[in-house]
């Protein structure tokens, strides 16, 4: 089953600095049917202003992957960690026992991100937080782990949780495919492009809640850019 999730349904709320929408349920947008997806808690699609982001604010167990789609983003943390993660790669945060953290675009334009909430599997741990570039022109055919807790895939950023986020770059009439496990879901969104998944289409920013599909065949209609969330 693909359940179209079209950009127009999602919530929204505009602060001037941050544009955001959201897959699910997240501050003051509250909608009972899209409280989570598994163990994928929050989809936020945001623009940054340039110049602006958050300022110091915790968190604690909690999974939190940013996938930057364009500009990039200036992370600070009370552990001492800084870096920049510029559009087409990845930073994940556990926040495990708790950690305060800031997010800024220092840049001259906009930045627009997907930020990705994932329950962990275990709490109590050390906060952690990495990030690591996968520049779009090498990831080659088809689908790249990008950040897993997952058997299998060590070579990716590692998150606390039995998921795996994995994106696609597609030229027009290119095709990709993705096996989903029994008893497992995805949550997928264009980040550019339209496509279509068996047989569903979707637009950029649209979501598509995936559940009982064991093999996802996924062709770009138009040149696209495919961010994938599997989880139990």
Request: aromatic share 10%; no cysteine.
């Given at each position: 089953m693909l359940q179209l999730r079209p950009f127009a349904?999602?919530?929204?709320?505009?602060?001037?600095?941050?544009?955001?929408?959201?897959?699910?349920?997240?501050?003051?947008?509250?909608?009972?049917?899209?409280?989570?997806?598994?163990?994928?808690?929050?989809?936020?699609?945001?623009?940054?202003?340039?110049?602006s982001g958050f300022p110091p604010h915790p968190h604690r167990d909690m999974?939190?992957?940013?996938?930057?789609?364009?500009?990039?983003?200036?992370?600070?943390?009370?552990?001492?960690?800084?870096?920049?993660?510029?559009?087409?790669?990845?930073?994940?945060?556990?926040?495990?026992?708790?950690?305060?953290?800031?997010?800024?675009?220092?840049?001259?334009?906009?930045?627009?991100?997907?930020?990705?909430?994932?329950?962990?599997?275990?709490?109590?741990?050390?906060?952690?937080?990495g990030t690591r570039p996968f520049p779009k022109g090498e990831r080659g055919e088809g689908f790249v782990t990008l950040a897993s807790g997952r058997e299998g895939d060590e070579q990716s950023l590692r998150i606390r949780s039995d998921a795996r986020l994995v994106a696609a770059t597609l030229k027009a009439g290119e095709s990709a495919e993705y096996v989903l496990d029994s008893g497992r879901r995805g949550y997928l969104v264009p980040a550019k492009g339209l496509i279509e998944v068996n047989g569903v289409r979707a637009a950029a920013r649209d979501g598509l809640a995936i559940e009982d599909e064991s093999l996802l065949r996924v062709t770009a209609l138009e040149d696209s850019e495919i961010v994938l969330v599997d989880v139990a």
């Open positions: 349904t999602l919530g929204h709320a505009n602060h001037g600095w941050l544009d955001a929408h959201h897959h699910f349920s997240f501050a003051e947008y509250y909608d009972p049917e899209r409280m989570h997806w598994g163990t994928l808690r929050v989809w936020n699609d945001d623009l940054i202003a340039a110049g999974e939190i992957i940013t996938y930057v789609r364009e500009g990039a983003i200036s992370h600070q943390d009370n552990l001492g960690n800084k870096g920049r993660t510029e559009a087409g790669d990845v930073q994940v945060m556990s926040a495990g026992t708790g950690i305060v953290h800031s997010e800024y675009n220092l840049e001259k334009v906009d930045t627009r991100i997907f930020q990705i909430w994932i329950i962990p599997e275990r709490s109590g741990e050390a906060p952690s937080w």
